[in-house]
């Protein structure tokens, strides 16, 4: 099997490929969402993800990703992502939640929910980048996004999933001013 399956509280099913970028994604994400500061917690909350890694498998992707131990404001040790790093693909892995917020404060023009989808508007040629940096934040647990030139469509879980995505990037928005 090439993919890997989650399934999560409300029956659907999260499938990721088996592949170096998906991990280190996936490596990313977790950095972001939670404070981490050991590599073997790292490795554990992979293996609850049924992603199995060695110990120099993830040094590796910690140094690709430009992880470092840091910190924080409350005084506890974690690792960090502070720049972007490129991929073999040129994606961009992470971005911190300061760049999300300047970046909702730049270019979200408006947010609406619809259903279970969240409708974004952002000043034309925008929207692409914008998109990116919200699948990499990990701030939000989303199924997918799909942007064009100026609009972001994003499919939520719910309907107040939705509602809760334009809320949350609108009080970023506005916080950030």
Known sequence: MNRQIKRVENGSVHASPRTMNARRARVAALLAGSPI???????????????????????????????????????????????????DTSLPMTLSEQSLARAAHELLLRAEAAGNIAVLHTPPGAAQFFAGQLDRSAAFDTVGTVAGDDTIIIVNRSPEDAVKLCQSLLELAEAKG
């Open 37 to 87: 500061g050991s590599q073997e917690e790292l490795g554990l909350l992979l293996v609850e993800e049924g992603i199995s890694v060695t110990q120099a498998t993830l040094s590796r992707d910690l140094e690709a990703l430009g992880a470092v131990k840091r910190m924080d404001a409350s005084g506890q040790v974690r690792y960090e992502i502070t720049h972007v790093i490129e991929t």
